[in-house]
């Protein structure tokens, strides 16, 4: 073979590739564009021929196998030198070929490894005999190959070598088959050639299979085809260098293959250092595309996240990338609220943390809608009243699978992007909606009850988990309903709709009668007030309107008829409809609170009226004892017409809502005789609070029960669903819930002011205050509101305390020790305003607690007319001369209010 010699000059560079047992491709140092490369072929030696594959334009192209160690010459080459930095000696070059001939060191100079020499003695390779003119170098070669024979090393060992060539797999004859025979489990596979940063040849192991990968879920710079010659586009070359320099430098790398695409495998390459897609990502070489990211199995929300994060920086080909904008402050991208209503198959109405409502989108979710042939035909099919919920194929089913999951629930909102007004339709915020880990619209098109919408490439208006929407996990056979086969018969659902239809409400009356005692029914809508509700029976699928019975409540506000200024809303008007809302909108069976009705009559509109009771609960009596209605003349005649007056009488008393500015009218009464004697009644009371003018707070003993229950649901309920840290922002005057800082549980309280990042919070069930942090707040849910407050306040009846602050700290805290732990009898002896003055019994001693202190000379007798107290008194007046004579506290310096008189500022 000629060959032309060149001088013997050292080069330096990094080994890109090994080609094979006696040629490898170094990479040089970059001048300003791609590393150049050469392919160097070792001297002196020759190889085992790796097996080809034939070439199909080539006429006489035939396919050759391995020869014996041609695989194990090229694997302990790679292994010694890819990504290491060696220096080489060309010492010819083939004519007419790219390739040249010479020795390769692993290090900086001469006196590092010499490759050839390491191959020679592993018996990998034969050494040139002939036609090459002797040298001390092919000298040293021939001994050393003379060395390798004897000790039977490589090639030179016994046997036919026959197991040391590869049986490869050219093709794949099932690309489908082969990837789901491996489970998603990582392969050993070796990296043959790359492509483009993201398509690249390997060999499989240890099936021998040769098979082109295609990363999942991104796509890089590639290069295209331009008058014959490949032309890379931006950041293509810098690309394929990022990805050759980390996998080549791997001697095995791990693949998990997950899809097919033609006849190429769709995978990801697992790196030392992690994922590589992740890396391309995140470095800017790469965007993620959503034709492949359905089949990532280690997650697409980590590719979606490195992408972002490249975006931010405007790494490489996001150099010229513009955010879109949001449209909502940061603190308002990501809440927890409360599921108010479900208004169709993607749109939800929610409570906020604030008590606001808000209705927002599932993000990238398309629901069941009319067919674009539907709705038309003739005059009469068009004059036919058009219910969507109803009459959409899917629609209803759609609604129901997302009420039955997501009613009176907690869920995880965070905004996506925001759909600006367009047509006659207002902005929609789109979002992504969490009730714990499950993706509420990932659930909907997985039930096969909506479609995903599709998306540009560079639309970023879009769900954050949009590629979990996809209904990949589901099998073929369990599309079922807007994902199955067109074919397939549609749900019908014939709804009787009697609302203001008088003649069929006649007819329907007897039987809603009739089975008032177990008729459940779903709320679908509030109108107007809050109590007309608009009900539906799935038993007997019918829909009518019901008014509740007994009590009149404020008009909200609503639209106005011809499309103008809506119509404000009555005093109270919205807070009570919100209240229906929030009692008894769209819930029904086992996952929310059952909702019964009984009908006692109908008014002429054809509507009915009766009593709704929301897991046992009278909705008319909550809202009268709420303030937010009152009892109604036709009550009267009804079974609860006394619970009705009694709440109506209490919300009265308490100015609750519309009864804020109520002033009693003031009855004429004649002057009735003075009682002369004492009036016993009393109640078993435990005090839970005592003031420093021992002003005191007690809870009745028959109502504890009662409020354990309610104390015990609420802390549960704030368990499973925790309040969002400091999302609440109380205000003066709400009822709320609080979190005690002594035993670090909840409470219901009343905010009586607000100071700066804290709240003065009067704990309405026990009597003592404290300034609370906003984050230890949360709103009260409506039904924790029904029970009224347990903690009455009351004074110590004929007694007051000394003015000195240091003696009234000595008598709070003794009557304070006396009620700690202990049972009274409370009765009622005279009111001063709206405060009863009471006198207290111990229940197991029947001591007069207002002796005890008298005894102690810790109060004074405070001097009453009334006749009827005088024996009271009389008692009072002897504990108290026992303790001036014994000198004891208020006495030890004698009867001090003998020089006290009034001209001298005495009050008693």
Known sequence: MSAQATAPVLHHGIVKQVQSGDAVVVRGQP???PPPERTVCLSNIVAPKLARRSNPNAPNSVETKDEPYAWEAREFLRNKLVGKEVCFIVEYKAPGADREYGIVYIGKDTTAENVTESLVKEGLVEVRRLGI???DEQTKLIEMEDVAKAAGKGKWAEGTGSEHMRNIKWTLDNPRNFVDSHHGKPVEAVIEYVRDGCTMRVFILPSNHYATIMLSGVKCPMYKLEDGKQVPEPFAEETRYFVESRLNAKRNVEVVLEGVSNQNLLGTILHPNGNITELLLKEGFARCVDWSMGVVTQGPEKLRAAEKS???RRARIWKDYVPSTLGVNISEKEFTAKVMEVVNGDALVLKMASGESKKVFLASIRPPRQQADAGGGDGENRRVRVRPLYDVPYMFEAREFLRKKLIGKKVNVTVDYIQPASDSFPEKNCCTVMIGSINVGEALVSKGLGTVIRYR????????QYTCCWPRRAAPSERQAVCACPKKEVPLHRVADISGDLSKAKQFL???????????AIVELCAGRARRLRCFIPRETCLFTFLLAGISCPRGSRPAPSGGTPVEAEPYGNEALQFTKEMVLQREGAFCLAVDVEVESMDKAGNFIGWMFVDGVNLSLSLVEDGLASV?????????FKQLQTAETNAKEKKL???TNYVEAEEIQEPLEEELERKLNFKSVCI??????LHFYAQHVDSGPQLSQLMEQLRKDMEENPPITSAYKPKKGEVCAARFSVDNEWYRGRVEKVIGNKAAIFYSDYGNRENVPSSCLAPLPAQYKTLAPQAHEYGLACVTVPADADARADAREAFAEDAANHQFCLNTEYKVGNLEYVTLLRVDTDEDVAITLLDEGLVYVEPRREKRLQKLLTQYNKSQQEAKTQRINLWRYGDITEDDAKEFGFNG
Do not use: I, L
Request: overall charge negative; some cysteine.
């Open 310 to 312: 490249a975006k931010e």
């Open 510 to 520: 007897p039987f809603c009668q009739r089975g008032s005692s177990d008729a459940e």
């Open 688 to 693: 839970t609070d005592v003031g420093d003018d």
């Open 632 to 640: 109604h003349f036709t009550a009267e005649r009804s079974q609860y």
């Open 657 to 659: 809502n519309m009864w």
């Open 133 to 135: 003119k002797s040298s």
């Open 31 to 33: 001048k300003g564009g």
């Open 457 to 464: 490439q560079d639309d970023d208006q879009r769900s954050s």
